[in-house]
């Protein structure tokens, strides 16, 4: 009992400890984690048992800056961030408090006081608040950075949610517990502060998402401006080519019997180029084509450029490039020669462009969301390829999907052959 007692004597400091731990970062942890975190708990209990004659406004006031100054003490975080862990801490703490003590409240009003039984109830509402924020927003920020810049946003929740905890106090203690009204007021009320907590944390987590999407944005627009670039140097290198070759035919009108077979074996290797009816198809293809040689891997390809004739040459290099490359790394995995083909197709179906590629894949991949998860550790500079694919397709009104059926990856493109982009650059 001394163990419960203390426990529930200091509930408040241990839940928002313990709904800390839902948004901290973990992996950004300061030197000499361990004996500071044990430090700082240690302190903030301390001071607040110390401190415990001072008024509930101020104790929460109190319990709130500790939290803020343990979470930067001990994790490698800037001051906004542990801002955004110590409000969210502190909504999800006073969700669950309230969830506990609707039921308590109720024991106490029929005649039933247990503290074991408080502690019980007490548990249980903090493991389940917890569990169900974890599966709802914990997991979003684990799978990536932390984002966000609005930092109206962090002050305005934390002001409001503090607010709206000390506002609960002053209401319950103006409250006649005589009145016969007085138990539907007080779960009204408990109910009313569950719901803002709520509201508070939707919009702090709501502002990330934005963020997130913003970077993720940001991020297709560099990559694709990288390909625009890259496509450009395609296009010199395969002028160069086109000279040489040219070059290589006049000396072998020229040449002798010796030179001439040192001259077709190098107009051979140059000579490894399509001709679809699209220039930048042609290039693309050129250059993948070359890199399927050396990696030992066949492609087969068969494309009616003219479907591709609306396109911006850059987001034909782009889309293709994406496809065709995330294809190849695929297949360098592979040690059956047999395996290691990748078929492109590239037709119209009525007044639609369709693209297909297809490979063998020694292992389906995950999908989230409906997008494939990169298999690379750093998440944040991987994984973009088939979203700057999707990306692409949808500026033409398409869509891009990808499926896996009997080991084989397919990535289907679909968009209106005559359909203007809806960018402008």
Not at 358 to 379: E, H, M, S
């Amino acid at each position: 009992m001394p163990v419960i007692n203390w426990i529930l004597n200091q509930q408040i400091q241990l839940g928002m400890i313990l709904c800390a731990g839902l948004f901290v970062p973990w992996g950004q942890r300061r030197s000499c984690f361990v004996p500071r975190l044990a430090a700082g708990v240690w302190a903030f209990l301390a001071l607040t048992d110390t401190l415990a004659f001072l008024p509930l406004w101020a104790k929460l006031l109190l319990y709130t800056t500790l939290l803020f100054d343990l979470i930067w003490f001990s994790f490698d975080c800037s001051p906004l961030h542990a801002l955004f862990y110590t409000t969210c801490a502190y909504a999800v703490q006073h969700i669950a408090s309230k969830l506990a003590y609707m039921p308590i409240f109720w024991l106490i009003q029929h005649g039933r006081t247990d503290r074991r039984v408080d502690f019980v109830i007490l548990l249980f509402s903090n493991l389940v608040v917890c569990l169900v924020i974890y599966l709802l927003f914990t997991l979003r920020i684990r799978r990536g950075c932390l984002l966000f810049d609005n930092v109206k946003t962090v002050l305005y929740s934390g002001f409001f949610l503090i607010a709206a905890v000390y506002l609960s106090v002053v209401l319950e203690d103006v409250l006649d517990s005589s009145a016969e009204s007085y138990p539907t007021a007080y779960l009204a009320l408990n109910a009313f502060c569950i719901l803002f907590a709520i509201t508070i944390l939707a919009l702090e987590f709501s502002n990330c998402s934005i963020k997130s999407l913003e970077h993720e944005n940001e991020m297709l627009a560099q990559l694709l401006e990288c390909d625009k670039q890259q496509y450009e140097q395609a296009k010199k290198d395969m002028e160069k080519i086109n000279i040489r070759y040219h070059d290589l035919k006049q000396q072998y009108s020229r040449a002798t019997d010796e030179e001439r077979a040192r001259l077709e074996e190098e107009m051979n290797n140059l000579n490894l180029r399509y001709f679809t009816g699209n220039k930048a198809l042609d290039i693309t293809l050129t250059q993948k084509s070359a890199l399927c040689g050396q990696a030992g891997i066949q492609l087969v390809c068969s494309a009616d450029g003219s479907c591709l004739e609306n396109m911006k040459h850059y987001h034909i290099y782009s889309l293709l490039g994406n496809a065709l490359d995330n294809a190849i790394e695929c297949l360098t995995q592979v040690n059956d020669a047999s395996k290691r083909v990748i078929t492109l197709d590239i037709s119209r179906c009525r007044d639609m462009a369709v693209i297909r590629v297809q490979n063998y894949t020694p292992a389906p991949p995950t999908l989230r969301d409906g997008a494939i998860v990169t298999t690379k550790q750093d998440t944040e500079e991987h994984g973009y390829g088939i979203k700057s694919i999707k990306s692409i397709a949808e500026l033409y009104g398409g869509t891009a999907d990808c499926f896996v059926e009997d080991s084989i990856f397919y990535l289907v493109v679909t968009f209106p052959c005559g359909k203007s982009q809806k960018e402008t650059a």
